[in-house]
């Protein structure tokens, strides 16, 4: 395994290509960390080299995963894309409903 993308399950938008192309970007240069970029704004999924396994599995359950963002700022990898699905995060009741509602509109048109 040369790297692993890492999507929280509170962002159900993430599209196949958006995982394509980070796991494109990363195979090109290697970066420790590939991550999604929409309109400036970061998101999911995060593509996570094989380099940096050992900081996931150590990083302080408070700040998870961002710590080893947070520790690989200046060789990540931002690449930016036109698919706002990166940026839903799902995390109430409320932005649930809205998302089936949003979605079954989609479908309807």
Known sequence: VEGAPVCP????????SIIDTLIEQFRKTQRPVVLPVHQGR???PVLFSRSVFAELLSAPDEVGARQVVW???SE???V???DPGLLVDVDTPAEYRDLVKEEEAS???
């Not at 399950?9 to 196949?16: I, R």
Request: glycine residues 4%; hydrophobic residues 20%; neutral net charge.
């Open 71 to 73: 520790d690989h700022a």
């Open 42 to 44: 970061r998101g999911h």
């Open 80 to 82: 930016e894309t036109d």
């Open 9 to 16: 399950v509170d962002h159900p938008k993430v599209s196949p």
């Open 107 to 109: 479908r309807r048109r």
């Open 76 to 78: 990540l990898l931002e």
